[in-house]
């Protein structure tokens, strides 16, 4: 095991510094110490569930490797480390001592110790997200003062510059420095601490400070810094009477507060996050009302936790005991579940608490006993601030939302949070579409489908039912391609949902109560026309599901249901860019993405949701490959390995299963390639031994492609043509059929083709033609037609199915019988005869056709 240290109370360097070098060596484990300063504990509290830290407490095994940054001390007290294990010490303080024999040193005297990493990831050619990029902008400008100190050199600016490039939030580097002031600055803060009004303005905490000074101070903006970080407001506004001059202050840390536009009005200017101006013509308590006028004018309404929150939660009874609830919590897969006794909330219990009571052989005790106790909640209409604040003082990382009657309704959770985060302070990547409109609707599904969908949106408004458009079609809207397989998610009842739509619009509805799933049909039953739009415009049936979640009891078992909220829902999913939805109910047109599909569609990239994923339903393997083929995306590496890893798991499924995935693959563009794609990947041998293509499928199923059915030939099914041309060259091919449970018609067609290609056609007599061909299906010969390679052996096959095979002669039993034949075995040799003679222009009219009936009866005895 290979460890990444730093010193004890760590500031933002040392923390940062951590988390750079696991970039640097991803397979090391960055260990936070016991002790951390304030305002990184504070940070950690908000978003370490973004980052990948362990606590000394969360390892275990041998020490293999250390990487100590930001300190050149030996570690102490960690468990693991061997008075020999290799030490590599990447720090940017003078070197004061002897290196062990185990050691190594990598530094130099440097503003900040990760200055030093940040240079080693750029010559290494990586990027950083948003939440990485900021928290090392934390450790470079806290230890060079904000590049102030004296030790700060041009490479820690350059390396602040290229942080900025990768998206680091100043606003929060800000927010988490404590830049001192001086005795001028520090009494004006004083007096404004004292006299600040607060107010709450569309949901945001806004405070104006006033005074009056008797001379001039010329950096009210370090006091206004101090003043915004010490009362973390969501704008800070100071009006500062000086001899001569009134001045005007502003800060904002969220977008919908444009302090430029205020200062604007006031004569000023500045950005949308800091501005000021010099007022004139007024007074300072003018001033002040004008001020207030603005501010209520300006801002904009605040992001609240119903925004964020998922609706729905699971919670656990604090009575029950520790070991009953277990199971249920590991299947859920939260981290954490809100404890209610006698409907209200009580407190919250972790699965790292209910873990390690586990392991203490403490599963008797109940819920209550072990739970952190409090009851913190929030209301969806609180605003992301104060659920910051709650976070922090809790220490939760899951907090209930209940409404006005205090009912649970839903929760909140420090990755909702961490989303909201990445949201407001996007990386370099192409922007997230937020919205689907109507107009879009209309230009990539066409009219009727825009229209059924808004009917189906207006009367969910009119229900008060929360619902959603999901999957593919959502992914296919943003790139704009055209889908008619139409999902809906409700959170209610689906089924009830469905039944109300055809009441009022027609069609049918089934249903499938376990799992709360709806089929509507459109065109079946007493149909509304009118309100439909044009047929052949539309779907044939939509679904309709009941937002819930699901847990797979063992690798490549049918899942167990449970409701859940849409982000459950959506969280249940293959792979990111099928967890889009769009909501249509209550708010109509918004994006939802929980899970970053938008930005794997924007880079063309399929990723799988969940590193199980694979294991859980090893038919994502075959989606995964469809998905890659129909949109041109590329299979991103790790994906890629989960797969590699998950291929055994092929075998464990039932062949009608693997058989319906790969028979949709056959209906994409190119099947041919995507299944030498399998074989390539080792795909096809994991699902049978057998399983082999040769190139052979290529040349094959691209003629099958364009190929029209021979005159007078029946329809046959394209998927079940392409599968014989595919398995035409399988080795070992009736223990594959067996394995995918193939029908029976299709077997045989698939055994007449092969028989037909061993012993191809060599005469083509008609009569011999026929007497080889007779009896073979549709299927069979429009396959042998494809793949014959003598062109006589093709002309004969159309031949026959043209032409040949309703070559009958006019006598017939019937004939035979009133002759005076006796029924029996020469009826169809005599026939046969006829026939044959008739195909071969040997007798071309009825009299000669009874000349020759003649004469066989003759031949015969019979006559």
Known sequence: MHLILCHDNADFDAVASLLAAHRLYPDALPVLPQRLNRNVERFLALYRGGLPFVTHDEHRGRVTQVTLVDTNCAPER??????????????????????????????????????????????????????????????????????????TSPRDIRAAAWLLEQGFALDDVRRFLNPPLNDDQQALFETLVTSMESRTVQGYAVLVGSAKLDRYLPEISGVAHKLRDTLDPAALFLLIEMPKSLQLVCRSTDDAINVGEIARHFGGGGHERAAASTVRGLTREQALDV???????????AVRVA????????????????????????????????????????????????????????????????????????????????????????????????????????IVTRTDLIKHWARTHPTNAPPEAQQITSEQLRDVLDVPAARLIEQIAAYAQERGVNLYMVGGVVRDLLLRRRNL?????????????????????????????????????????????????????????????TARSEFYEYPTALPTVYSGSIKLDLGRRDFTINTLAVQLSPVSGRVLDFYGGITDLSAGRIRALHTLSFVDDPTRVLRAVRFERRLGFTIEPRTAELIQTALPMLRRITGERIRNELTLLLKERDPELSFLLLQQRGILEAIHGAFRVSEAIVPRMTAARTAEPLATMKPVERTDLLWILLLLDVPHLPDLLERLLFS????????????????????????????????????????????????????????????????????????????????????????????????????????????????????????
């Open 307 to 410: 925004d964020l929150m998922s609706q729905g939660v699971q919670t656990l009874e604090a009575t029950a005991s520790v070991e009953s609830v277990i199971r249920r919590m590991r299947r859920i897969g939260h981290e954490g579940f809100p404890v209610v006794s006698g409907g209200k909330i009580v407190g919250l219990l972790t699965r790292r608490d209910a873990d390690r009571a586990a392991e203490h052989g403490l599963g008797a005790l109940t819920v209550g006993e072990i739970m952190s106790s409090g009851e913190v909640t929030l209301q969806p209409s609180d605003s992301v601030t104060l659920l910051e604040q709650k976070m922090v003082e809790s220490g939760w990382g899951q907090i209930p939302v209940v409404d006005s009657k205090n009912k649970l309704i839903g």
């Open 291 to 301: 001020l207030w006028e603005q501010i209520y004018l300006t801002v904009q309404p």
């Open 78 to 151: 960690v468990r693991g480390i061997k008075p020999n294990t290799p030490i590599h010490i990447i720090d940017h303080h003078p070197l004061t001592r002897e290196l062990e024999p185990h050691e190594t040193f990598d530094g130099e005297v440097i503003g900040a110790n990760v200055t030093l990493l940040i240079e080693k990831l750029q010559a290494a050619g990586m990027t950083l997200n948003s939440l990485e990029a900021t928290l090392l902008a934390l450790g470079l400008y806290e230890d060079t003062g904000s590049l102030t100190y004296r030790p």
């Open 744 to 863: 029976g018609a299709l077997v045989e067609s698939l055994h007449e083709t092969i028989r037909l290609g061993q012993h191809p056609l060599t005469d083509f007599q008609p009569s011999r033609v026929v007497a080889r061909l007779d009896g073979m299906s549709e299927l069979a010969l429009f396959a042998a037609w494809l793949i014959a390679a003598d062109p006589l052996a093709q002309r004969a096959i159309q031949m026959y199915v043209e032409t040949w095979r309703h070559v009958r002669p006019v006598t017939d039993g019937h004939t035979l019988r009133q002759l005076g034949l006796d029924p029996g075995p020469r009826y169809g040799t005599i026939l046969a005869r006829l026939r044959a003679a008739r195909l071969d222009g040997v007798i071309t009219t009825d009299e000669q056709e009874a000349h020759l009936l003649k004469e066989l009866l003759h031949d015969d005895g019979t006559e």
């Open 485 to 545: 397989d139409l999902d809906f998610v409700v959170e209610g009842d689906a089924i009830q949902f469905a039944q109300g739509l055809s009441e009022r619009l027609g069609g049918r509805v089934s249903s499938f109560k376990p799992f709360g799933t709806a089929k509507w049909r459109l065109y079946e039953g007493e149909l509304k026309a009118e309100a439909l739009g044009d047929p052949l415009a539309l779907p044939d049936h939509i679904d309709f599901a």
